[in-house]
């Protein structure tokens, strides 16, 4: 089995523990997770419900891709 890659997301803040910068994120089955690394607190979400998530008047400038 290949190692799933987890990328952390710069600025955000764990709703459990309030730590900033340790939100880990990355894709099983087609569902995004996200943990805290220091808390072990994790959400998933499915494309639908992040698609719901968005705002229709912000614009992606630009996705980071850190291969």
Do not use: Y
Request: net charge positive; hydrophobic share 35%; aromatic share 4%.
């Amino acid at each position: 089995m290949a190692s799933t890659r987890k990328r952390f997301i710069a600025g955000a803040v764990c709703p459990k523990c309030k730590a900033m910068d340790t939100l880990a994120l990355w894709q099983e089955d087609q569902v995004e997770v996200v943990e805290c690394v220091k808390c072990g607190h994790h959400q998933r979400q499915t494309d639908a419900q992040v698609s719901k998530k968005l705002r229709p008047e912000e614009q992606v400038i630009g996705i980071f891709d850190p291969k």
